[in-house]
């Protein structure tokens, strides 16, 4: 039935046999979704990149599996989402219930118009299969995947970080302008480094369980709080590929984690939710705590922590990959720029500027998610239960109850890299937020997507017909670091549905500087070359 | 920004104080805290107002 896991060859690479250790620009550990997407992006923007592993396959267990649309819009750029998204399930839909009674339902995307849904679940496992196989396309461009080979020290030095691995054919090492530590949640790299990694600790502990099982039930995320299967607490049900549900049911603090991971224990509680009819079967089972948690800050000086490395939340929310995802978008381009010198090495604090507050969002939600879900004491107890209990009667109060606020993409508000608006524009999009996708056409008369549209590097979105304009636009197009100039408007792309001229409000003449994450560096109603300009320095930590 | 009356504004406040304490006769500790737990929950329901709701806690919790 489980096709088995992808086994990725370990090659004896000539750098092992070097008598000094090799010098590289970037050196990604951890061949994770985070890992996998820096090292993918740099290479896609020109910068080779040594990618490490301890191991020699996908992860095992079931890590994360929601995928949200913005990470979906990362991968797509990346050259990977269409697979991602077939080989998924797609949902938008979450239902909270009481008991028995479906206290509310929630729609992550109800509006039409956008490419990809509000989430696809895809274990991560198979996520990184055709991340893998994306990435192994990239080798003759210079991604150099190293497959079994362990960090086990790092040393900064002034202008590079050594490091040392181990692999099957014994130690080597290495050294690299930049080491990106994508290496997870027991990161080697920031215990090398002896960084404190403190926050808040959970003491509640849940069963997580996937589950092969064939059920029509539909394909939405479903939580209970005190359902009578599972009295008390709470429990999740969330479809995954191939057949496998993701079943996660709160046990409490006493809970003692051996015990509970038997099949003795686990199975009369699977079939107390699923019914006694439902065949299943166990795919993977774990008994977990969480933290609440994160890094002081992400960059330390040549080494940049990023994903579960740098931070670290509960599952419920899926902001753990998702957040990570966009640590590894945020980077790379910056990292692309200063290493081909096309941006000062201060471009790079702007990744902790924007990305540590992001974190902290994430952090913010998933304790406030778990401080409802496992109350502390008497007090929040009844808190609890006076939200869930007034909930069915005075729809207020479900917007109090709290099963995990799912992941949004951050707006960078705040970024040393924003121009903030001079002109007013009605739409929540706003410099810092990434851009919004919209179906358009192209100037054959083809369907395709706004964010598909765009180019590798800054690119200016101009609404608008006026010649005179273009012409004088025409010379960013031209620059060290080029400005792709998109237009939406009459022979160029099209929005026949007007959903790009809405979500931008758009009029003619608006103007949209995009970074070459997606995100909005600056906008205006007038487009004028030198502000343009100002705001790509400014976007890019040049100063005058 | 609104601010805490600081003056009665409830027409009977005698009754209103009366029938809060009747609300919770014969209630035990743990009835009694959901109860004012929902009401909380209704009456900060009603006014809405974060910024009002933050100066009412200050105030609840000032002095302990």
């Known amino acids: ?544 | 920004m609104s601010q805490l009356h600081p003056e009665n504004r409830i027409g009977d406040p005698d009754t209103f104080y009366a029938e809060l304490i009747e609300l919770h006769r014969g209630l035990n500790d743990e009835q009694a805290r959901l109860v004012d737990a929902r009401l909380i929950l209704l009456l900060a329901n009603e006014v809405g107002d974060l910024g009002v709701l933050r100066q009412a806690m200050a105030a609840a919790r000032q002095g302990i």
């Open chain 1, 1 to 544: 039935m489980t096709d088995p896991a992808p086994h990725f060859r370990y090659r004896r690479h000539p750098d092992q046999a070097a008598s000094q250790p090799p010098r590289h620009k970037v050196i990604v550990v951890g061949g994770g979704p985070v890992g996998l997407a820096v090292a993918v992006d740099l290479v896609q923007q020109g910068i080779p990149a040594v990618l490490l592993d301890e191991d020699d396959t996908v992860s095992t267990g079931s890590r994360s599996i929601c995928w949200a649309k913005r990470t979906l819009e990362i991968f797509d750029r990346l050259g990977c989402a269409e697979r991602m998204v077939a080989r998924g399930v797609t949902w938008n839909l979450g239902k909270v219930f009481y008991g028995e009674k479906l206290l509310y339902e929630f729609n992550l995307l109800p509006e039409g118009g956008h490419r990809f849904p509000a989430f696809i679940n895809l274990q991560q496992n198979l996520a990184e299969e055709i991340f893998v196989a994306e990435a192994e396309t990239l080798a003759a461009r210079g991604l150099d995947l190293r497959w079994k080979n362990r960090v086990t020290g790092v040393r900064p030095q002034g202008d590079h970080v050594e490091i040392e691995i181990e692999t099957p054919d014994g130690p080597y090492r290495l050294r690299c302008d930049y080491l990106i530590a994508a290496d997870g949640v027991r990161s080697t790299v920031r215990r090398a480094l002896g960084l404190d990694f403190k926050g808040q600790v959970f003491e509640d502990r849940f069963l997580i369980t996937d589950v092969r099982m064939h059920a029509d039930f539909p394909t939405e995320r479903r939580f209970w709080f005190d359902p009578t299967f599972h009295s008390g607490r709470s429990a999740l049900l969330h479809r995954q590929a191939d057949d496998v549900w993701r079943i996660d049911l709160q046990l409490g603090a006493d809970a003692d984690p051996e015990r509970e991971r038997e099949p003795e224990r686990v199975i009369p509680r699977i079939r107390a939710m699923l019914g006694p009819e439902r065949a299943f079967e166990i795919v993977w089972t774990s008994v977990y705590t969480f933290q609440c948690r994160r890094l002081d800050k992400f960059r330390h000086g040549r080494v940049i922590f990023a994903g579960d490395a740098a931070h670290q939340v509960s599952p419920f929310g899926a902001r753990g990959g998702n957040g990570g995802v966009q640590d590894a978008d945020n980077l790379a381009w910056k990292l692309a720029l200063v290493l081909k010198g096309l941006a000062p090495e201060d471009l790079l604090e702007s990744y902790d500027a924007e990305r540590i507050p992001a974190a902290d969002e994430n952090i913010m939600h998933s304790t406030h998610a778990t401080d409802f879900m496992t109350p502390k004491n008497p007090v929040s107890a009844a808190f609890h239960h006076a939200a869930l209990t007034l909930a069915e009667r005075h729809p207020f109060a479900r917007s109090l109850v709290n099963s995990g606020r799912l992941s949004r993409p951050a707006t960078l508000d705040g970024s040393p890299l924003n121009t903030g608006d001079r002109d007013r524009f009605a739409t929540t999009m706003r410099p810092g937020s990434p851009a919004l996708d919209a179906p358009i056409t192209r100037p054959d008369g083809g369907k395709s997507w706004l964010l598909r549209e765009l180019q590798q590097g800054f690119t200016a979105l101009y609404f608008g017909d006026d010649d005179e304009t273009l012409v004088r636009l025409a010379p960013l197009a031209q620059g060290p670091v080029p400005v792709a100039l998109r237009r939406i408007g009459r022979g160029a792309l099209g929005d026949p549905s007007g959903a790009a001229r809405e979500r931008y409000d758009a009029e003619p003449g608006t103007l949209y500087l995009l970074r070459p994450d997606q995100h909005v560096a600056a906008r205006w109603r007038k487009p004028d070359r030198d502000a343009i300009r100002r705001a790509l320095d400014h976007a890019l930590e040049r100063t005058d």
